[in-house]
């Protein structure tokens, strides 16, 4: 004997629905006036590397060119100067 | 004229009278090559983020000056003529990073000001975040 169905209209899901406000990316630089972007401070710039300390894309951060420029160059700058390393793993 | 800026690894085998030695000689170099020393700070005894010629730790000098370009290839020369020094960097500082390192500055000595006051106080100088 076949199981009654019970309510066709009712959509069940296995997981349930993410409804995901997507947050507005942004450059951090911009909003905050950041005009300089200091390769001393490697605490500040590991925010813009990966585990591997490698540096981020901007479509992850949401850096603006002109600043994920100046990101690079002070990360490059810190590298050169053992302030940050060129390759690691797990670094945060 | 231009501002540059200079940083120095030295190695961490030196003694406080050869770091200071060496600290003035490149000043020296500046100077007598007509440049104008705007700053000098020595960052202490720090841990390098991978080896450099088989060494971890290393100390830092950082050199903020005015000059004229053909300076900066003196200074390098010297640099790398000198075995003591590990790594260096030298790069000229644009409006902003002008600006940042005016602004640095005061802070720290601001907050070397306070803590001589404040020593008793116990009262943290409250960093001026200027946007």
Same mark, same amino acid.
Not at chain 2, 63 to 72: K, P, Q, R, V, Y
Not at chain 2, 88 to 93: A, D, E, G, T
Not at chain 2, 98 to 104: D, M, P, Q, T
């Given at each position: 004997m076949a199981a009654p169905v019970k309510?066709?209209?009712?959509? *069940? &899901? @296995? $997981?349930?629905?993410? #409804?995901?406000v997507k947050k507005k990316k942004y450059c951090r630089f911009k909003k905050s006036g950041i005009k300089y972007i200091d390769y001393k401070d490697g605490e500040f710039l590991k925010k813009f590397l990966n585990e591997q300390g490698k540096i981020l894309p901007r479509r992850l951060t949401g850096t603006s060119q002109k600043y994920q420029k100046k990101v690079a160059q002070a990360v490059k700058r810190a %590298?050169? @100067?053992?302030?940050l390393p060129f390759v690691t793993d797990l670094m945060k | 004229m231009n $501002?540059?800026?200079?940083?120095? +690894?030295?190695?961490?085998? !030196?003694? =406080?009278?050869? !770091?200071?030695? @060496? /600290?003035?000689? /490149?000043?020296?170099?500046?100077?007598? $090559?007509?440049g104008q020393i705007v700053n000098a700070e020595a960052w202490g005894l720090k841990k390098l983020a991978y080896a450099i010629q088989k060494k971890t730790t290393g100390y830092y000098f950082l050199?903020? /000056?005015?000059? =004229?370009? $053909? !300076? +900066?290839e003196t200074l390098e020369k010297q640099y790398r003529r000198d075995e003591r020094v590990i790594r260096? !960097?030298?790069? *000229?500082?644009d409006k902003h990073a002008?600006? &940042?390192? +005016?602004? %640095?500055r005061n802070k720290l000595a601001g907050k070397v000001n306070a803590e001589?006051?404040?020593?008793?106080?116990? #009262?943290e100088p409250v960093a001026v975040e200027e946007a």
């Open positions: 309510n066709d209209s009712e959509i *069940r &899901y @296995l $997981n349930p629905v993410s #409804v995901d %590298r050169h @100067l053992a302030i | $501002n540059y800026e200079t940083v120095f +690894i030295a190695t961490p085998v !030196l003694s =406080e009278a050869q !770091l200071d030695e @060496l /600290f003035g000689k /490149f000043q020296g170099v500046i100077t007598e $090559n007509g050199i903020e /000056f005015t000059g =004229e370009g $053909n !300076l +900066i260096f !960097l030298s790069f *000229r500082q002008v600006e &940042y390192s +005016i602004k %640095r001589v006051v404040e020593t008793e106080a116990n #009262v």
